[in-house]
C-alpha cells in the first residue's frame, strides 16, 4: 500500500503540521528547516527555455497529480567509470511513446541513477499503463539499499518538502516528433548526511544518508539512461520518442546539459568524456549516441522503437 492522490497531501500536511507543533526540534525538522533556508537564501538558477533551428526546448514547470510505482528494466545508457560524486544535473526531454498491448511488466522511461555499491536512488520519468492506469508520462523517483526499496511517497524514506510538485505525478505538456520539446531539470546532490533532490528550482525533498549503508558518503557512479521492459515472450516497446539516436534533434529523445560534482568542487561541472562510457543491454532494442560535451554539459540522444522477443538477447 502506498500514498495516492489525496492521501499523498494529507501526509505532507500532517508531515508539516507536526513540524509547527513539535516542542522540542529533532533532527529531521533542523535539516528540513536547514535544507529549506538554504535555499531561500541562495536560489538556483534554471533557465526556462532554449531555442534553436529544429525547434523550441520547454522546460515543465506545472504537473498534475497521479501515482506511480516503476522498476528498472532494459536500458540504453551513459555511465562514468568509478570516481568520486557528489551529485548530478540533467535535463530529459520528455516523451509518451505508445508501448501496444502486452502483459505487465510493460514500460518505458528516462532516468538518471546515483550509486554507490548496493545503495541507489533515481529519479526521471516514466509511462507504465499497468501502474498508472494511463499511457501518460509521470515523475518517479526510487531509492534502493540491499534488498529494500521504494518508490514516490509508497513507503517511508524519502522527505517530502514541496506541496507543488509531488513523486508520481503527470508531466505535461509533452515532446512531440518534429515540433516543440519539452524537458525535465533533475538534480540530485549531497548536502551535509542528505541527498536533495530538486525538479527544475522547486526543492521537492531529500534521501537521509541514514538509509543507505553504501551512499552516506560520496556516490562511485552515476549514470543517465533510458530504460523499458517487457513480460516474457512480449515485444519489447518503444524507448524515449521511439526513434533511434540517429534521427536526431527533431525526432530522438535524449539527456542535454549533464553536469556532476566532483569531490574536488562544490559546483556542477561537465563530465570528461574520458570518464564515460555507453552502455546497451540489448542493441537489437535500443541504441544510445555518442555523448558530445558543450559548455553547459554533456548532450546525448537514445531510444528506439523496441523489438520483437526473438531478437532480444539476454
Known amino acids: 500500500m502506498g500514498y495516492r492522490g489525496p492521501t499523498a497531501k494529507i501526509f505532507i500536511l500532517l508531515s508539516l503540521l507536526s513540524l509547527t507543533f513539535s516542542a522540542e526540534p529533532r533532527k529531521e525538522e533542523f535539516v528540513n528547516h536547514s535544507v529549506v533556508k538554504m535555499f531561500q537564501m541562495q536560489p538556483g538558477s534554471f533557465p526556462y527555455s532554449t531555442n534553436d533551428a529544429k525547434g523550441s526546448k520547454i522546460y515543465i514547470s506545472s504537473i498534475d497529480m497521479c501515482k506511480i510505482e516503476c522498476p528498472y528494466g532494459t536500458m540504453a545508457a551513459v555511465e562514468t567509470e568509478p570516481s568520486t560524486f557528489y551529485g548530478s544535473q540533467s535535463s530529459i526531454s520528455v516523451w509518451e511513446p505508445y508501448l501496444c498491448t502486452g502483459r505487465p511488466p510493460r514500460y518505458t522511461g528516462a532516468v538518471v541513477v546515483i550509486q554507490n555499491g548496493q545503495s541507489r536512488i533515481g529519479a526521471g520519468w516514466y509511462v507504465d499503463p499497468d501502474m498508472y492506469g494511463d499511457n501518460h508520462a509521470?515523475?518517479?523517483?526510487?531509492?534502493?539499499?540491499?534488498?529494500?526499496?521504494?518508490?514516490?511517497?509508497?513507503?517511508?524514506?524519502?522527505?517530502?518538502?514541496?506541496?507543488?510538485?509531488?513523486?508520481?505525478?503527470?508531466?505535461?505538456?509533452?515532446?512531440?516528433?518534429?515540433?516543440?520539446?519539452?524537458?525535465?531539470?533533475?538534480?540530485?546532490?549531497?548536502i551535509w548526511d542528505v541527498w536533495v533532490l530538486l525538479f527544475g528550482e522547486e526543492l521537492v525533498g531529500y534521501w537521509p544518508g541514514e538509509l543507505f549503508t553504501d551512499l552516506s558518503g560520496a556516490a562511485n557512479m552515476i549514470g543517465w539512461m533510458g530504460v523499458g521492459s517487457a513480460a516474457t515472450g512480449e515485444p519489447f516497446p518503444p524507448m524515449g520518442s521511439g526513434y533511434s539516436p540517429d534521427e536526431g534533434e527533431g525526432r530522438a529523445a535524449f539527456f542535454t546539459d549533464v553536469n556532476v560534482i566532483y569531490s574536488s568542487t562544490s559546483k556542477f561541472v561537465s563530465p570528461n568524456l574520458s570518464e564515460i562510457f555507453t552502455r546497451t543491454t540489448n542493441p537489437n532494442c535500443y541504441q544510445v549516441g555518442h555523448p558530445s560535451s558543450y559548455d553547459s554539459g554533456l548532450h546525448f540522444f537514445f531510444g528506439g522503437a523496441g523489438c520483437s522477443p526473438s531478437q532480444f538477447i539476454k
Open 138 to 190: 509521470h515523475f518517479e523517483i526510487a531509492w534502493t539499499n540491499k534488498d529494500k526499496s521504494c518508490t514516490n511517497l509508497r513507503c517511508a524514506g524519502f522527505i517530502q518538502l514541496s506541496n507543488r510538485i509531488v513523486p508520481g505525478a503527470v508531466l505535461k505538456p509533452i515532446s512531440t516528433i518534429d515540433g516543440k520539446k519539452y524537458l525535465i531539470i533533475i538534480s540530485i546532490f549531497k
